[in-house]
């Protein structure tokens, strides 16, 4: 069975960061896709940013570029998401996923398993 958990949420006045980490409990973690999303409250869950396998593509939205890195250690079973400059309306719960095929990108209907989500607020 696989498990995702997240850690690394919490309060963060504007303009600073945090460092989201996502463990990921998996025999063939390393042929998987990995993705993070978030949701604000009553808004649709988005895509965030996603890394292949090897870390060869790395998928942004558009609102994160430039701000937001995600990488991973298959060594560890680890992907995390660095987010620097955090602006207020980037407050969400922030979810990782993982898709088994590899093929995932943007889309959240295309992955597999999905973590609990940890709170990330931006505010002063």
């Known amino acids: 069975q696989v498990q995702l958990v997240e850690s690394g949420g919490g309060l963060v006045s504007p303009g600073g960061s945090l460092r989201l980490s996502c463990a990921v409990s998996?025999?063939?973690?390393?042929?998987?896709?990995l993705g993070w999303f978030r949701q604000a409250p009553g808004k649709e869950r988005e895509f965030v940013a996603a890394v292949t396998w090897n870390g060869g593509r790395l998928y942004y939205a558009d609102s994160v570029k430039g701000r937001f890195t995600i990488s991973r250690d298959n060594a560890k079973n680890m992907v995390y998401l660095q987010m620097n400059s955090l602006k207020p309306e980037d407050t969400a719960v922030y979810y990782c996923?993982?898709?088994?095929?590899?093929?995932?990108?943007?889309?959240?209907?295309?992955?597999?398993?999905w973590g609990q989500g940890t709170q990330v607020t931006v505010s002063s």
């Open positions: 996923a993982a898709d088994r095929i590899g093929l995932a990108t943007t889309s959240g209907t295309e992955y597999d398993y």
């Open positions: 998996a025999r063939t973690f390393t042929t998987y896709t």
